[in-house]
């Protein structure tokens, strides 16, 4: 029943609350919009929305379409609820998941960032995913373009793995061009997509700050890799700092626009000042248990892997050799199956052989 008064175009937060606190779940379905008004306190088109809502409602179809799409529904009362979720101001009544749920049991932390990075901030945001997960801490971010995607990308390599949360709903992919990544976060086996947005929302801008608060609320501290003065990714650091949350902020050159929004956090917010994964840990030893470091390189992030390669990875390392090339592209020059070149293409990003780019473009190291 809360699943249904969640998915009513109009009913809000609040109005859910008064639900919940009004109790009797089990009558809303025989309730009048006159009943609705007068019990919750709805207002006339919210009642007659409700009403309608609750006679029209399936559960058996509803189930069947969430299995269909490989969706897990989580309330505010399941057991799979991420505890650090509750303790924020208007937690999500419902969320839609898809991929490895288990992940919301594991101790997080968050980096966003600017949506056009330098390649600074690109590597960093990589290099800080992959080594946060490789101590065991899933990385969670918005699937936005730039810094976002980077840091799915880093922690996907490791065992923490990473939590995408949507402004849209579960199924739309927003940027359309990270199609790809978010196949790899939802069905790779290291990865879960989440939204509270009810499936058949509409697209609206106004989603992405409730997204934030997801982020932020999901994650033990929040680290902000280059943004500028006004950028969107404050918001979730604001947020974390509203919620007692821990912020970092990587620090950039004084004379770039995309670190002044990083610079004046460190500098205005209390944020601390990271430039190694080891401060962003420390914060942390003794309270996790956190996995020793021995899985990540200690040589630069940027040496490729020297485990050989397959057959089948040496004829696209081959291709992309002599250019940058989308997965299309890709497919049409090996034909290969989609199946077999989607797990190329991983194995290639984990030997750090390739890197991805924007809109499925791969290419050399």
Known sequence: MLITLHEIPGIGWQTIRKAVEYGGWHTYGRFTPEAWSSSVGLRPEQAEAAAEAFHAANETLRNERFAQLGVS?????????????????????????????????????????????????RRTAEDLAERLSARGLTVVSGLAKGIDGFAH?????????????LGTPIDKIYPPENRSLYRDIAYGGNGLVLSE????????PGLFPLRNRIIAGLSLGTVV??????????ITADQALDMSRDVFAVPGPISSPKS??????????????????????????GRLPLATDGSVREASASQPDTQPLTDDESTIYRLLQ???????????????????????????TIKRKIEQHPGSIYSVR
């Open 73 to 121: 529904v989580i309330t505010r009362f399941d057991e799979a609820y991420p505890a650090l979720l509750k303790q924020i101001p208007q937690p999500p009544w419902v969320l839609y998941a898809i991929g490895n749920t288990e992940l919301l049991t594991r101790p997080a932390i968050a980096i966003v960032g600017t949506r056009g990075p330098t390649a600074y901030g």
């Open 260 to 285: 002044a929004g990083t610079n004046k956090l460190i500098r205005e917010s209390g944020a601390k000042l990271v430039s190694a994964v080891e401060h962003i840990l420390e914060e942390y030893a």
């Open 197 to 204: 947005v009810p499936i058949g929302t509409p697209f609206h």
């Open 153 to 165: 990308q880093g922690a996907l390599l490791q065992k923490g793995g990473t939590i995408a949360v």
């Open 322 to 348: 002599d250019q940058p090339r989308s997965m299309d592209e890709l497919h049409e020059l090996s034909m290969f199956p989609f199946g077999l070149l989607h797990a190329v293409l991983i194995n290639l």
């Open 225 to 234: 890799v280059e943004a500028a003065e006004r950028s969107g990714s404050l």
